[in-house]
């Protein structure tokens, strides 16, 4: 089983600010990497793959970057619509595994 | 417009049975692997387990291994989760969600569904 280490877990900002988020793996992967962002409430949304590929429609200010053991999540201007809890993804091996999760709230 | 509506969540006893289903549209069903994704309630996402677009493979979380029996029908564009031998760690609400062809080599999802809530408690 592959281990992720997500961090912060809670994460103050403001609105214009630039946030990051970590993802550790507890061996390497490559750039088999997931991005999500979930809402209160509703299903996850799909961010970014392959490390650093922005999905289809997801804003400019997100960012992906890392590879191997260490992976990162920009935000570059925290907008209102963006609180929101964060997860990265492994899928490089069985079983797939999510990190704990980041919740970006309003500072 | 892709659209994944699961049902059969509710209340069931410690031991219990429950079988979830995953209508799928807008999409061809057949050809994409699908997965179910859990989440308890405050916690994080816990992949639960994956089929291939034809049901010939399937995976299981070691959690649920010899416990759940994931299958689909390509005829009806439905995704199942047969859920035997319940506990209270079950309790999540699930998500079908369809593999994302571009995460090649393993499974990262791009369409998600709105989630059944499964509540094993006496």
């Known amino acids: 089983v592959i281990w992720m280490t997500q961090s912060p877990s809670l994460l103050s900002a403001s609105t214009g600010d630039r946030v990051t988020i970590s993802c550790r793996m507890s061996q390497g992967i490559s750039s088999y990497l997931a991005w999500y962002q979930q809402k209160p409430g509703k299903a996850p949304e799909l961010l970014i793959y392959a490390a650093s590929t922005l999905q289809s429609g997801v804003p400019s200010r997100f960012s992906g970057s890392g590879s191997g053991t260490d992976f990162t999540l920009t935000i570059s201007c925290l907008q209102s619509e963006d609180f929101a809890t964060y997860y990265c993804?492994?899928?490089?091996?069985?079983?797939?595994?999510f990190g704990q999760g980041t919740k970006v709230e309003i500072k | 417009e892709v659209q994944l509506l699961e049902s059969g969540g509710g209340l069931v006893q410690p031991g219990g049975s429950l079988r979830l289903s995953c209508a799928a549209s807008?999409?061809?069903?057949?050809?994409?692997?699908m997965s179910w994704v859990r989440q308890a309630p405050g916690k994080g996402l816990e992949w639960v387990s994956a089929i291939s677009g034809s049901g010939g493979s399937t995976y299981y979380a070691d959690s649920v291994k010899g416990r759940f029996t994931i299958s689909r029908d390509n005829s009806k564009n439905t995704l199942y989760l047969q859920m035997n031998s319940l506990r209270a760690e079950d309790t999540a609400v699930y998500y079908c969600?369809?593999?994302?062809?571009?995460?090649?080599?393993?499974?990262?999802?791009?369409?998600w569904g709105q989630g059944t809530l499964v509540t094993v408690s006496s």
């Open positions: 969600a369809k593999v994302y062809p571009h995460c090649s080599g393993g499974s990262c999802w791009d369409y």
């Open positions: 993804q492994q899928y490089y091996s069985f079983p797939w595994t």
């Open positions: 807008g999409f061809t069903f057949s050809s994409y692997a």
